[in-house]
């Protein structure tokens, strides 16, 4: 729907209201002009002619039935419905959701400056950062985190080391924790304020010649150090590397392509932006001098992979020669929708931009990048631990305990690192059979 039918919806409706109101107003003691209702311009295309018509005729007739209704309210669901006809996944938004929506986008939640991390005896406290709520507790780096608003972390998916804390309220977090001190059990309050958060989220070396590292967001500027690490990572001789976008967002297209042309060639395109009839507004290819990273990605996204974060997925699952995605379908919003203010104040979340990968795939805002591997969301995650019976004493049974422990609860990420060793596996058996050939 273009511009001047949204006008002209907004126009009836509005004139709906004023007639709804006085069909069941008193009669005026004199006879007066009613005030002068403006009515937008009608749209350009014939089609949609008898869209305003229709809504207004149903609003005249309810109103003559005596049946009442909020003009505002009726407004917003006449326009959201006509919105879903040309954007399934947009939205009509006020201005609070707008601003909450923004603040989202930019990676700004109700934290309180903690980070956990996962070691061999479970979740711990690993920072707290200074000048935050929980700096002034009597938490510390090292305690146990027991339970969060009374649900057993051992209970819980933890796939993120801030997840525990964050939240899109300021409601203060109950915790449960044990020191590492005195080995002492405590419950506190740990109070959240408004923090922006940062683009990593953890960045973990793993055993098996494996590294995790999971993003909150593509932001401005965080290009850079992740390609460091990476190439870090690269230079280590490590064998693969689980990418982790399950609920990251972000806004910088341009730092997207950055991180994706790591493993393409310099000068291949990673993807394009187009408008609603395919003309190119901007084009991302890859830029570097190096040869690309020689590092088998397993890629996790899931529904609430958005913004540049899903653009950064779409573009890798057009560029990965040796990766792939796993989890579930995105949420299909790679930064395609614009903020459109509609006179009433109310904002249109539109998709008005496509996005083209390299090798020609398109999005348009209708779904989300589709992975390689679907995993369900409750899908059975095998318990290992409960199948063992005698202690670990080889270094290999270890390194197999802590990444089992680190999946825990996880079926994605349990499946992406049986994928990973599994390929490692296979290549180390080619590699011998081509060392040692059968006679």
């Known amino acids: 729907m273009n511009r001047h039918a949204t006008m002209f919806l907004v126009g009836l409706l509005t004139a709906a209201a004023v007639q709804a109101t006085e069909t069941n107003a008193p009669a005026p003691a004199a006879a007066t002009e009613p005030p002068p209702v403006h009515v937008a311009t009608p749209p350009e295309n014939p089609a949609e002619d008898n869209v305003g018509p ?31 006809t040309a954007d399934p996944r947009g939205r009509v938004l006020t201005e609070k959701e707008l601003a909450a929506l923004q603040q989202e986008q930019r990676g700004v939640f109700f934290d309180a400056g903690v980070t956990v991390a996962y070691t061999t005896n479970g979740w711990r406290v690993a920072n707290i950062a200074s000048n935050t709520p929980a700096a002034n507790t009597i938490l510390k780096p090292g305690d146990a985190l027991l339970a969060l608003d009374g649900v057993a972390i051992s209970s819980q998916k933890l796939v993120s080391v801030f997840a525990p804390l964050r939240s899109s309220s300021e409601a203060a977090a109950r915790l449960k924790i044990k020191s590492a001190a005195d080995g002492k059990e405590t419950e506190l309050d740990i109070k959240r304020a408004a923090l922006p958060t940062p683009a990593v989220d ?43 976008l399950r609920g990251a967002n972000g806004t910088s297209l341009a730092d997207a392509a950055a991180i994706a042309g790591l493993w393409a060639e ?69 930064r ?44 059975e995650v095998l318990d290992f631990e409960a199948e063992r019976t005698k202690p670990d004493t080889l270094p290999e049974e270890k390194h197999d305990r802590f990444l089992r422990g680190r999946a825990r609860g996880d079926a994605t990420l349990q499946r992406a690192l049986d994928i990973l060793r599994g390929i490692k596996a296979l290549k180390q058996r080619a590699t011998d059979n081509a060392k040692t050939p059968t006679r």
């Open 54 to 84: 229709v809504i207004l005729e149903a609003m005249t007739l309810m109103s003559k039935q005596g049946l009442k209704f909020e003009a505002k309210l009726a407004q917003r669901a006449a326009i959201q419905a006509v919105l879903k």
């Open 202 to 244: 953890s960045a973990e070396a793993w055993p098996f010649q494996l590294a995790y590292l999971r993003l909150n967001g593509v932001h401005e500027g965080c290009a850079a150090d992740l390609s460091a690490q990476l190439v870090k990572w690269a230079g280590e001789q490590r064998f693969g590397l689980v990418f982790d």
């Open 266 to 334: 310099n000068g291949q395109p990673l993807f394009k932006i187009t408008d609603r009839k395919n003309k190119e507004i901007e084009a991302f290819k890859a830029k570097h001098v190096a040869a690309p990273l020689d590092l088998t990605v397993i890629v996790l996204v899931d529904g609430e992979t958005r913004g540049a974060a899903e653009a950064l997925a779409a573009a890798l699952a057009g560029a990965l020669r040796e990766g792939m995605l796993v989890g579930q379908p995105t949420a299909g919003d790679p």
């Open 336 to 379: 395609l929708r614009e903020f459109l203010a509609l006179p009433s104040g109310l904002q249109l979340y539109v998709a008005t931009r496509k996005l083209v990968t390299g090798d020609g795939r398109r999005y348009d805002g209708s779904e989300g990048v589709v992975p390689d591997i679907r995993v369900g969301a409750g899908e």
